[in-house]
Structure formats: C-alpha cells, structure tokens
C-alpha cells in the first residue's frame, strides 16, 4: 500500500533499521534476505533525500533525519497495530490470533502453561509466543509488539495500565539428602554455597539477589543459571542452597528429590503484575487475554 508514494510496508522496515542500526540485523529480524532489506533502505533513502543510516568504522550510526523520524515512525505503527489492523471485536471461540507474551519461566510453570492448555480447547484458534524478560524484549510492549508483559511489580512501566495478579514469597531449596534438609539459621545460609538466576544478556538480578545485595548478605555462589528453572537440578545431589519462589519450590518438591525451607531474612513479597500498552486498551482481544490471565491467577 502506498501513501503520497511511500509504500506503508517500508515502514517496518525503517522502524528495525533505526533501532537495530544494522542491515544484517535487521533482516534476521524482519526475516528478510539481506539483499531485500538493503533494497528497502535505499527505497527509504530515495525518498526521504537522506542517507538514513552511514557506515563508521564496523557499524552503522543514524544521521538526523534517522534520529528525527524514529518516534513518529514507531508512533505511526502503533497507531496500525492497534486501531486499524485489530480488529473491532474478539470472539475466542471463533477468531485467530497469536498473542505475545513477556513472561518468565516460572510466571509460564505457576499458572500461564495450565491456562494455556485450557485454551487449547475453548479457543482452538488462539497460539501464544512466550518472550523471555530481557532488556530486548521489554522493548517490544513500547513499540506494541507485544500484547502483555507478566513482571513484578517494581518493574513495570509507571505510564502504561496494570492489574495485579498475585503474591509470592521466597524460599531456600536444598537437596533432600542434604545436610540443610532439617533447616537452616542465617550461619549456614551465609556458609553454604548458593545456585542463582540471572536474566538475559545484561545479567538482570532475581528479585531475592537484589534484596541480598542491598542488605550486603554476603555468600559464596557456586553455580549461575540463566532460568528459574535450572535452579533445582543446581542442587540436587549437593549441598548447595538456592533461593527461588515458594510457589514454585513447592511445586518442584512434589516431583524431585528437594526440601523447601524459609529464608533466614526477612525478604519481602513480590507482587505479580499485568502490564499492556495504554493503546491496547481498546484491542478487545488484549483485554479478554487480561481477565483470563486474572482469572486463573485468581485461582492460585
């Protein structure tokens, strides 16, 4: 489709361009050949009269014109995806859609899997991409290529609506066979060697590590995992201790050879959350995910 003789698909491409600042990139992205997105930019470059993107030294850096256009381009193709493009009502049953969904691992093992395999069957046409939490993909609720981030509470967006869905506490987890297995006081937390979870390339913290950081709780950590999920086989066989979700220890125990303990500190409660896009809340389909996203939380 053309617009005073832009074609409107170049947009997209503009718009991944500008962010990733990258030809290469951005056609993994797009899910292009490198050749097409290289043709695109120059079909950009014709008809903004501007270079757009210039080669310094091994990369690519945006020229003023790039830099101008990167808000109003995203503005633009928000404004398709959520009031043009989505269509007026949403019938489950009948309509389908795949929805994208920020969320960790242990969000998807606590509740979303069993929602999700629900739905199989009262909304056959509906398919769920989940994201990972990192940096990167945050970035995709700001851009509305994303329908729903699932976070704690303290990592939510100020501007946009949220619902929240549930509490968690934390717990330590050993090995049955372990030593730590009867309990642990805070000598043997901070004796102990620990398992961790990280996120995504930056290395974001679990909710427990920032709590131990700010206290200085000082420990020994033997072992770093990428997921949540990693955390009981970290243990296992070992005398290690980790700290993770009760919610999700518990379930965990029911199936491998664990014990769940308290935390010898007083860590807060983290609080779960639904965030979308304040343009998102006229997209019906975003807002029936919302209440049976609430729904089944509620039913924790």
């Known amino acids: 489709m053309r617009f005073e003789r832009l074609d409107l698909n170049l947009l997209v491409a503009l718009a991944v361009l ?25 079909r950009l470059r014709d008809f903004f009269g501007d270079e757009l993107l210039v080669q310094s030294g091994r990369q690519m850096v945006l020229t003023p014109k790039a ?7 995203n503005d633009a193709l928000m404004l398709i995806r959520t009031r043009i493009t989505t269509p007026a009502r949403f019938d489950p049953e009948r309509v389908e859609r795949t929805f994208r969904v920020i969320a960790s691992d242990y969000v998807f093992l606590v509740f ?25 993909t945050m970035d ?29 506490e934390q717990a330590v987890i050993c090995w049955s066979g372990s030593r730590h297995a009867a309990g642990i006081d805070r000598e043997a937390f901070g004796a102990a060697g620990h398992a961790v979870s990280y996120f995504g390339p930056a290395r974001a913290p679990a909710f427990s590590e920032l709590y131990f950081e ?29 700290t993770i979700q009760r919610r ?16 010898p500190y007083p860590v807060p409660m983290l609080t779960e959350v639904a965030q979308w896009h304040s343009m998102r809340s006229q997209d019906a389909g975003v807002q029936w995910l919302v209440k049976t996203i609430e729904q089944a939380a509620g039913a924790l």
């Open 18 to 42: 500008i962010e990733e600042r990258s030809v290469s990139a951005a056609a993994r992205r797009l899910h292009l050949s490198q050749p097409a997105v290289s043709g695109a930019l120059n």
């Open 67 to 73: 830099e101008e256009l990167a808000g109003p381009v």
């Open 112 to 136: 979303l899997a069993e929602m999700v395999a629900g739905l199989a069957k009262t909304a056959p046409g509906l398919s769920f991409e989940i994201l990972s939490p990192e940096e990167r």
């Open 140 to 168: 995709l609720l700001d851009r509305g290529e994303a329908d729903l981030l699932i976070t704690i509470d303290t990592r939510v967006r100020p501007d946009f609506p949220r619902l929240e869905l549930f509490k968690d």
């Open 214 to 242: 700010q206290h200085a709780i000082d420990r020994r950590i033997e072992v770093y995992v990428p997921t949540f999920t990693m955390l009981p086989d970290a243990v296992i066989g070992t005398e290690r201790l980790a």
């Open 248 to 263: 999700y220890a518990v379930r965990c125990a029911r199936v491998m050879p664990i014990s769940v303990l308290p935390v």
